[in-house]
C-alpha cells in the first residue's frame, strides 16, 4: 500500500487553504482485498469521507450506486442504495459523491453523522469489506497514559461548555500519569460526565412545587404548573450547565397513592427515574405535616445520594430541613442550585489537573 496526501475536495470545486488535507490511500495490488476507511477524522461533521478499495471494490460499489460511473479523478452526483443484501426494503439511500481514484479505489462524500457511515460500512462489510486505519497497520496496546489522551480527543468535539472542554484539553494534554490515588479514584465519577450530563431527579409528594421549582431554576416556563395534584404524568428532562457542569433536571411525577391507572405509570417511572440518578433533590411541602409525606423511594436512602430541599418558603419552613427556596418568588434558588453542584462535583478540579477518563479496569 502506496500512502499519499490529497486535497480531494478541489477535484468537485470546493477550494480548501493550505494544509486543509485529507489522507488518501491506493491501494496498487490488483488482487488485494476489499477494504474501507474512514478518511476524515472523528467527530460531528458535516461531509464524512468514505474509500472503498481493493480488487472488487468498483464493482461492489456500482451494485448499489444510481447516477453515472465515476471515473479518474472526475467526480459524479449520485444515491447509494443502503439496504441489506436480503432486505426487502430498498428505499433506503444516501446522496453522495463519488469518484474513482484508482481502477479499484472508490472515494465517497457523504453525509457526516455516525448513523450514515455506520450504514455505509456495514452495507460494504457484506461483501467482505475489512475496515482498516489510516496507515493500514494494526492498532498497538495502549498505555493508560495513551488510552487516556485518545479518550479526551475522541470526547472533546463533544464537550457541552468551555469548562469541560478545558479539563478534556488538559487530560489531552497529559495532565495525568496514568496512577490511581483516593484522588484520582473521586475525580473519576467526573471523568463519567464531561460530556454526559449530572441527572438531578426532582421528586417529592405531588404539589409540592418540583415543576414551578425546575422553571424557576431554569428562569423560563418549561413546565406546565397547576393546583391540581397529579399535573405531571411524564418526565421532562431539561439540559443546563452549572459552574461549567453539564447537570439534566428532570421533573417527575409526584408520589402519592391514586387509583387513576394513567397516573400510577408516571409514579412507576418516577421511581426508576430516583434509581438512575446522581442525586435525587427531594422536594418537600412544609404546609404538609410530616406525618403524612411520602418517603423516598430509594431501596438505602442512608446510602443515596439525596438532598432534601424544601419549598414554598414563602408560606411555611421547616426547621428541620435546611435548605429552603421559594419557587414562586426565587429566594433560595441559588443557595440551591450551590447545594447540587457541591454534591455532584465537590473538590472541582484546577486547570491542569488529572481527571481520569477511563476505568481502573483499563488500566491493568
Not at 465517497?108 to 496507515?135: D, I, K, M, W
Not at 397547576?226 to 409526584?254: L, N, Q
Not at 409514579?267 to 410530616?290: G, K, M, N
Request: a negative charge; proline letters at 7%.
Amino acid at each position: 500500500m502506496k500512502v499519499v496526501m490529497k486535497n480531494a475536495w478541489t477535484a468537485i470545486g470546493i477550494p480548501f487553504s493550505a494544509g486543509q488535507c485529507i489522507l488518501l490511500c491506493v491501494i496498487n495490488n490488483e488482487n488485494s482485498p476489499l477494504e474501507m476507511m474512514r478518511l476524515t477524522p472523528a467527530g460531528r461533521g458535516a461531509v464524512a469521507v468514505i474509500l472503498l478499495a481493493g480488487q472488487d471494490a468498483l464493482r461492489v460499489f456500482l451494485k448499489h450506486w444510481q447516477g453515472k460511473t465515476p471515473v479518474r479523478q472526475r467526480p459524479v452526483f449520485g444515491r447509494l442504495q443502503l439496504s441489506a443484501l436480503n432486505s426487502e426494503d430498498k428505499d433506503l439511500y444516501e446522496e453522495a459523491v463519488a469518484h474513482l481514484t484508482q481502477e479499484n479505489a472508490v472515494e465517497l462524500h457523504v453525509h457526516g453523522g455516525e448513523q450514515v457511515l455506520t450504514a455505509v460500512e456495514t452495507l460494504f462489510s457484506q461483501y467482505g469489506a475489512v475496515p482498516v486505519n489510516r496507515l493500514n497497520k494494526p492498532v498497538p496496546p495502549l498505555t493508560p497514559q495513551a488510552l487516556q489522551r485518545e479518550t479526551a480527543l475522541r470526547l472533546l468535539p463533544f464537550a457541552p461548555t468551555e469548562r469541560t472542554a478545558q479539563i478534556l484539553l488538559d487530560q489531552y494534554h497529559g495532565a495525568w500519569d496514568g496512577t490511581w490515588n483516593p484522588k484520582t479514584e473521586e475525580r473519576a465519577f467526573l471523568g463519567k460526565h464531561l460530556v454526559e450530563p449530572f441527572r438531578a431527579v426532582l421528586a417529592g409528594a405531588s404539589n409540592a412545587g418540583k415543576s414551578s421549582l425546575l422553571n424557576a431554576v431554569l428562569g423560563f416556563q418549561r413546565c406546565l404548573v397547576h393546583s391540581e395534584p397529579g399535573t405531571t404524568r411524564d418526565t421532562v428532562c431539561v439540559h443546563t450547565a452549572i459552574e461549567g457542569f453539564p447537570v439534566a433536571f428532570v421533573d417527575t411525577a409526584g408520589f402519592r397513592e391514586t387509583a387513576d391507572d394513567l397516573e400510577r405509570l408516571g409514579i412507576e417511572r418516577s421511581r426508576q427515574s430516583c434509581r438512575q440518578a446522581d442525586l435525587i433533590v427531594w422536594v418537600v411541602d412544609p404546609t404538609v405535616p410530616e406525618s403524612m409525606r411520602p418517603v423516598c423511594p430509594v431501596s438505602n436512602p442512608a446510602e443515596s445520594n439525596i438532598l432534601i430541599c424544601c419549598n414554598k418558603k414563602d408560606l411555611a419552613v421547616d426547621p428541620k430541613i435546611d435548605l429552603a427556596v421559594s419557587a414562586l418568588t426565587g429566594e433560595g434558588i441559588e443557595t440551591l442550585l450551590n447545594a447540587v453542584i457541591r454534591r455532584l462535583v465537590p473538590h472541582p478540579p484546577s486547570p491542569g489537573e488529572a481527571v481520569p477518563l477511563i476505568s481502573d479496569e483499563q488500566c491493568r
